[in-house]
């Protein structure tokens, strides 16, 4: 089984800081993409930053200039650093990863549990 964990959520103040982890675990062959995604109450989700499979970075236009995304492919691990933060930023944050888990078998989408960030103004 494969499992995305994230870690780093919480409640700050407008202007302020948090960074968020994503550690994918399991029996896990080669991950293509992986990134946040974030759901706002009443809202779609959306995505807020990944890696795709060719290595590129995409981010919201809203994120834009604050938020940076980075990972260490030693350890299956993908962070969010949020910078800046704003009211509307609050959301639970969903980390996804585009994964095979054996060779030959197929790409499957993972999803982490959530974690809730609170940004108070």
């Known amino acids: 089984q494969v499992q995305l964990v994230e870690s780093g959520g919480g409640l700050v103040q407008s202007g302020g800081s948090l960074r968020l982890s994503c550690a994918a675990s399991?029996?896990?062959?080669?991950?293509?993409?992986m990134g946040w995604y974030r759901q706002a109450p009443g809202k779609q989700r959306e995505l807020v930053a990944g890696?795709?499979?060719?290595?590129?970075?995409n981010y919201a236009d809203s994120v834009k200039g604050r938020f940076t995304i980075s990972r260490d492919n030693a350890k299956n691990t993908v962070y969010l650093q949020m910078s800046s933060l704003k009211p509307e930023d609050t959301a639970v944050y969903y980390c996804?990863?585009?994964?095979?888990?054996?060779?030959?078998?197929?790409?499957?989408?993972?999803w982490g549990q959530g974690t809730q960030v609170t940004v108070s103004s």
């Open positions: 996804n990863a585009d994964l095979r888990r054996n060779v030959g078998g197929s790409r499957s989408m993972y």
């Open positions: 890696f795709t499979s060719g290595g590129s970075t």
């Open positions: 399991g029996r896990i062959f080669s991950i293509y993409a």
